[in-house]
């Protein structure tokens, strides 16, 4: 999908994952909206900054509308998520049904609610020469296939990602519109600087090869050869360097 003198939505684009997509984009030449509950002091590369939590129908719609106002949409990488570690049955009590919720909420309908607002605005795009008119992008992660203790909210949120995107690449597929998820294993972000560094140290040793956490850069390395490669629809890629949780 060339995305010259297009435009583009990135939710989480203010961090982490999100913000190294957004200046790969950028350089694919194209306008990108970045659609995050924090605006954060990244330097977001004259990206379009749009307050927006991804569960609201209204926010999402406004971070769209402010990308067509730059051009047609032709990718939406939706990359916004947070995780929490609890257990199911916690020291005091089970746990609770608000966290379990919020986690589905941001991760799952969240990225949902962009797909759906995303292929809405791609379906009038002028298709290119192979019938494209946009790329949906959803980041999913190892949790959807090998969750750990404490990740039943996230694993859960993550594995419903990775069952949407066949469906809706089957049904987008007559509008012209591919979608896909990575799945990345662990990667160098600050959702992972929360970890302590002797932990951090231990997982990278956990991967086979690159024994190294994954850098944001190829993870947006990956989301650029989705937007240039047509034939990767319906399908979530691993990006983990063969790491597989036990
Ligand atoms: N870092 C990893 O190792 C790893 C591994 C697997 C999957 N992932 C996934 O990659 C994605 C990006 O994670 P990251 O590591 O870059 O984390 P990060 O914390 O650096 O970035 C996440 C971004 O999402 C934003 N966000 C959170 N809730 C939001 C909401 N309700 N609406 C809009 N924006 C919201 C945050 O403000 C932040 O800018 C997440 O979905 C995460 O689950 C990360």
Redesign the pocket.
């Known amino acids: 999908m060339d995305l010259d003198a297009k435009s583009a939505v990135v939710?989480?684009g203010?961090?982490?994952?999100?913000l190294s997509v957004v200046k790969k984009l950028q350089a694919k030449g194209a306008k990108v909206v970045v659609?995050?509950?924090?605006r954060?002091s990244n330097d977001l590369g004259g990206a379009e900054f749009v307050e927006?939590?991804?569960?609201s129908h209204e926010a999402m719609q406004k971070a769209i509308d402010a990308a067509v106002a730059q051009g047609p949409l032709s990718a939406m990488v939706c990359?916004?998520?947070?995780?929490t570690a609890n257990k199911i049955v916690g020291r005091d009590a089970p746990q609770s049904l608000e966290d379990f919720n919020r986690v589905l909420q941001?991760?799952l309908l969240?990225s949902f609610n962009g797909l759906r607002l995303a292929a809405w605005a791609m379906k009038d795009n002028e298709p290119d020469e192979d019938g494209q008119r946009g790329v949906i992008v959803l980041?999913?992660?190892?949790?959807a296939f090998e969750g750990q203790v404490g990740q039943v909210a996230y694993s859960a949120s993550?594995g419903g990602i990775v069952g949407m995107v066949l469906p809706a690449a089957r049904e987008l597929a007559k509008r012209g519109v591919r979608v896909a998820a990575i799945a990345?294993?662990?990667?160098d972000?600050?959702?992972?600087a929360k970890v302590p560094e002797n932990v951090r140290q231990e997982l990278a040793k956990g991967v086979p090869f690159p024994k190294r956490l994954?850098k944001?850069e190829e993870f947006a390395s990956m989301v650029g050869t989705i937007m240039d490669n047509t034939m990767i629809n319906g399908i979530t890629l691993r990006l983990d360097g063969a790491l597989r949780m036990v």
């Open positions: 939710t989480g203010a961090s982490g994952l999100g659609a995050d509950v924090q954060g927006c939590d991804v569960t990359c916004a998520g947070i995780g941001v991760n969240g980041t999913a992660s190892i949790a993550k990345p294993g662990i990667f972000t600050p959702m992972l994954g944001p």
